[in-house]
């Protein structure tokens, strides 16, 4: 069966400080990967997603980036925190193909201070 | 206007009764609709998803779309207090099957 894996659950952070964020898959081969965030008391909003290997979409203008060095593996990265930036990070599989749910992992929530 | 609107709640409901969730939407490209259940500080786990106007069942959970409406709703039947959690209804056209979320609904089951 597939597993997501996201690391770290906890993560406190000074302002201007860099930032990396690691998510992997296992079980499935050439899934769509995504990365949200989750602020308190709302939605989900998506920031980034990946359909193959070095291929990266983004939603929204942000202080954040993301990269995908294996089929597997998500990364998000910053290279300097704003106060902003802390918030509930998930990251997402799928399969390709015909359209299929999104699974999650259980987050990383990041504090910056 | 958001494409997706969600009552917040929180919504308190007594052990046994049944629970009615809504979200309701705007843009008629939907085609896919889910309900994801999330516990305090984990991610979103899958509960039900359908792409067509009716209902799904499965267990004590009913999922139901009226797409001339754009609204969805879940049902609980028979509620247990280990249902209680912060239930997401989310939304995809397809397009890279990117979701739009709802604010999400806080439900609490009291014995």
């Known amino acids: 069966s597939q597993t997501i894996h996201q690391w770290p659950a906890t993560l406190v952070q000074p302002v201007g400080s860099p930032l990396s964020l690691e998510c992997t898959v296992e079980g499935t081969s050439n899934p769509n990967l995504y990365w949200y965030r989750q602020a308190a008391g709302r939605g989900l909003q998506l920031l980034f997603y990946s359909v193959g290997i070095g291929q990266i979409s983004s939603e929204v203008p942000q202080n954040l980036s993301a990269s995908r060095p294996q089929d597997r593996q998500f990364i998000l990265s910053s290279k300097k925190l704003l106060l902003s930036d802390s918030g509930f990070y998930l990251c997402?599989?799928?399969?390709?193909?015909?359209?299929?749910?999104?699974?999650f992992g259980d987050g990383t929530r990041l504090s910056i201070l | 206007q958001k494409e997706v609107e969600q009552d917040p709640g929180p919504l308190s409901v007594p052990e046994g009764a049944i629970v009615s969730l809504n979200c309701t939407y705007s843009n008629s490209a939907f085609q896919y609709f889910m309900w994801y259940r999330q516990y305090s500080r984990k991610g979103p786990e899958l509960l039900m998803y359908?792409?067509?106007?009716g209902n799904k069942e499965d267990g004590r959970f009913t999922a139901q779309v009226d797409k001339s409406s754009k609204y969805i709703s879940l049902f609980i039947r028979d509620s247990q207090p280990s249902d209680s959690a912060t239930y997401l209804c989310a939304m995809s056209s397809g397009g890279y099957n990117k979701l739009i979320f709802g604010a999400g609904t806080r439900l609490a089951v009291h014995p």
């Open positions: 997402a599989w799928s399969g390709q193909g015909a359209w299929q749910p999104q699974h």
């Open positions: 359908t792409y067509s106007s």
